[in-house]
């Protein structure tokens, strides 16, 4: 079963805007990590966020997590057309190591 | 390798016949992962093993799935009687303990 829900579902920027995407889970958490999805291709890690951590940068990519709220965001700043792709949140609990991955925000950055 | 390593990149087969699907994690790599991720979907888990014991398999759909990983190192994930819902991309990952996962290419199962 899948644990996160990523929010919106599909997202439509202009290159040099930024995006913001969402992920909410249900059940406590060791990990939350974000992935990256070019079409038909592999998931590319992008960043990993500890329970005891509220917020990560790594380039222009800047996630936070709010464990009170269920919740984490991945801001991706000026944007390019080459960041069009799905994103993934993906969650896994402290009893074990398998992640358990939302359905997607599918981001189009336009040129 | 460089990477994990899946094979086939694609198989398509009748239902009813059995199909072993591999996976070749990066060198070193101590945990192994399964998904399957269906179009439009993200990675669905199904199970996982550090070195060659299977840690969980709550996520295999059904009896007709398993798995294996007999030295610690390449793993197997069969689907025996296979049927058109059994249809999706099969991903394998690696991973360092409590480490980030490293995606395959993932295999193409179409059954007709």
């Known amino acids: 079963s899948q644990q996160g829900e990523e929010d919106p579902q599909a997202l439509s920027i202009q290159e040099g805007e930024n995006a913001t995407m969402n992920c909410s889970y249900k059940?406590?958490?060791?990990?939350l990590q974000w992935y990256r999805q070019n079409s038909g291709r592999g998931l590319v890690h992008l960043i990993l966020i500890r329970s005891n951590e509220r917020e990560k940068h790594s380039g222009r990519l800047r996630v936070t997590l709010d464990t009170s709220k269920k919740s984490s965001s991945l801001l991706i700043t000026a944007s390019r057309a080459a960041d069009t792709a799905s994103y993934f949140c993906a969650t896994d609990a402290f009893s074990s190591h398998d992640m358990r991955f939302g359905a997607g925000t599918r981001l189009t950055v336009k040129p | 390798g460089a990477g994990v390593s899946q094979s086939p990149r694609y198989k398509v087969t009748k239902r009813g016949q059995d199909v072993a699907l591999r996976c070749d994690p990066i060198?070193?790599?101590?945990?192994l992962y399964w998904y399957r991720q269906a179009l439009g979907q993200g990675p669905e888990f199904l199970t996982y093993?550090?070195?060659?014991?299977?840690?969980?398999k709550s996520g295999l759909p059904n009896d007709r799935f398993s798995a294996e990983r007999p030295e610690g190192s390449i793993s197997t994930l069969t689907i025996q009687r296979t049927e058109q819902r059994d249809s999706a991309m099969y991903r394998c990952a690696s991973s360092l303990l409590g480490q980030p996962q490293h995606f395959g290419d993932g295999t193409r199962l179409s059954i007709l």
């Open positions: 093993f550090n070195y060659e014991a299977q840690q969980d």
């Open positions: 059940t406590s958490i060791n990990n």
């Open positions: 060198s070193g790599h101590v945990s």
